[in-house]
């Protein structure tokens, strides 16, 4: 390792963990002061061109792609690097938070990959930060078991060879991590938290292993900051004395600006490139926040009616499989959120048949592989890419030059014939405060309604309510959306929850305050970029 950084970072109004001396060493706090000295002045100069470009959208309610980066396109010749052993094969991998039961339960669950995410399944708790990257490092000394403290059940590691391989989402480039601070005082951004923990940690202990420190890179919208990803990892590996290359990252295209530079962000990050993946919910959701003012063109109908086989999501899933083939990278299919009820077979039956149908779907489509939220989904995604892949890592040959995409074919929006509903509504309501108290009370992952919710499904509700709203829509009931109904309904949800959980319980929770918290995102004339910038302030821990 490299000289530690002349100035160490400072922990701020944070209560001491246990165990947290074995991450929060002096010399992980010097590499991730390094980080942030060298990368945090870009990284708030691309957060100011991120608001330079969604005022040109308000603009001119269109995009195109980049005409600037038209020969890196053009330039048949170039491929990402061929992914590593451990990356070839990615069929099937689960998401999760990194709590040390669903790092056990994920590393034995069957999947190839681990999405272990510090990101929209994780609200940043001081202590989901910390003790997440310590079950990390326990995961690969071996070192972790779990018991739970209600079922009494133990959890412990499976052998070596068949447990998942891990892919860590370290926070989006827009989070600080308001526990970590330099001299002046200034947040170190959270991504470089993450990022640097986890490497400083592990990435020696991974190449031993016969893995690397594999990434998910989380919201991205431009090219240029895969560039400052890249940029990280070339110096982070030079810092470690790894060779160049050891690090991996996976981009999800998951914000509608990215879709238009697919090809440029595996261009940037080539030598660390292993694939980009479709995002549903967040894809959706930027496509609401970027043309919300866009009129009624760009009206999306009930969150759970845009379906992937909708024209414009079909365009962006085609052009992202079409693209990662073209230059040898792998293309990840998007999330079957479904959570199996123990009490309603009836209810898994059907929902079963709609993960069997999507995931035949994506394999059928040319994906290499995909997601699945719980563990009893992995054999569904499984037999769908294994009827299609039989005994090969992937279908990389399969170029999919039959598919052509135009810059319109994305934006369609109008082309959907399902309208916004009175019960879509409701439900955008209901998934918000749900899930907001319980991000609140830091859970990022929750079970609402059968589905596994993570921050992206509270960023479309509460932007489909502020959209609905602001554009004058009309339900199928024939209300018009207004401030006041969106009141109502969130009135009448919160009355419900307290006749469900009883006095007790509804005061023990956060649920009045993720009630005004989800009105104040969703009514604000002025539109918040996250929900996850005014709701982390609002976080205890």
């Known amino acids: ?134 079950n990390l490092i326990n995961a690969y000394t071996r070192t972790i078991d779990f018991t739970d403290p209600v079922s009494g059940k133990s959890y412990a590691l499976r052998p070596d060879g068949e447990l998942a391989t891990v892919v860590t989402r370290p926070r989006g480039w827009h989070l600080d991590e308001r526990h970590l601070a330099d001299a002046d005082g200034t947040r170190v951004p959270g991504a470089l938290v993450d990022f640097g923990l986890y490497f400083f940690h592990n990435a020696q202990r991974l190449l031993d292993l016969g893995k690397g420190p594999y990434f998910y890179l989380p ?7 895969a560039r400052l990803w890249n940029d990280v990892f070339v110096f982070a590996q030079d810092y470690a004395g790894i060779p160049q290359g050891t690090v991996r990252a996976t981009v999800l295209i998951e914000t509608i600006t990215a879709a238009y530079e697919m090809e440029e962000i595996l261009y940037e990050l080539r030598d660390h490139a292993s694939g980009l993946n479709a995002g549903r919910w967040d894809y959706l959701f930027s496509i609401v926040k970027n043309f919300r003012d866009g009129g009624e063109k760009f009206v999306l109908p009930d969150r759970n009616a845009v379906t992937m086989t909708a024209p414009f999501m079909r365009a962006y899933t085609e052009l992202l499989v079409r693209t990662c083939h073209k230059r040898g990278a792998h293309a990840i299919g998007g999330m079957a959120a479904f959570i199996p009820s123990r009490r309603d077979p009836e209810v898994n039956k059907v929902a079963f048949e709609k993960v069997r149908a999507d995931k035949d779907r994506e394999a059928n489509d040319g994906f290499d592989g995909s997601w699945v939220a ?168």
């Open 374 to 541: 719980h563990p009893d989904l992995v054999p569904i995604a499984m037999e769908s890419f294994d009827r299609v892949l039989g005994d090969r890592p992937h279908q990389k040959d399969r170029l999919r030059e039959d598919v052509d995409v135009h810059a319109a074919d994305l934006l369609a929006i109008d082309s959907l014939e399902a309208t916004p509903t009175y019960a879509g509504l409701v439900n955008a309501v209901q998934v918000g405060i749900r899930y907001i108290e319980a991000w609140l009370r830091g859970l990022g992952a929750v079970a609402i309604f059968n589905l596994m919710e993570d921050a992206a499904t509270a960023e479309i509700s509460r932007s489909q309510i502020w959209q609905w709203i602001n554009a004058g829509v009309v339900l199928d009931n024939g209300e018009l959306v207004t401030a006041e109904l969106a009141r109502r309904i969130a009135a009448e949800e919160l009355s419900n929850i307290r006749g469900e959980l009883g006095e007790e319980a509804f005061a023990a929770g956060h649920w009045q305050q993720a009630h005004d918290l989800l009105l104040t995102v969703a009514l604000d004339e002025d539109y918040a970029d996250f929900l996850t910038l005014p709701a982390y302030e609002q976080l205890q821990g």
């Open 219 to 225: 919201k991205t919208e431009s090219h240029l900051e």
């Open 1 to 134: 390792m490299s000289a530690p950084a002349p100035h160490p970072l400072a922990i701020v109004d944070a209560e001491p963990l246990p165990r947290q001396e074995e991450v929060l060493t002096e010399a992980a706090l010097a590499f991730v002061a390094e980080l942030h000295r060298r990368f945090t002045p870009r990284r708030d100069e691309l957060l100011a061109r991120r608001a330079e470009r969604r005022a040109e959208i308000a603009r001119t309610s269109t995009l195109d792609f980049l005409p600037e980066t038209a020969a890196v396109r053009a330039d048949d010749s170039w491929r990402v690097a061929p992914a590593p052993e451990a990356l070839n094969d990615r069929r099937v991998e689960i998401t999760g938070p990194t709590d040390r039961k669903m790092t056990v339960n994920a590393l034995n669950s069957g999947a190839k990959v681990w999405l272990a995410d510090f990101e929209d399944a994780s609200a940043p708790t001081w202590e989901n930060v910390v003790l997440g990257q310590l």
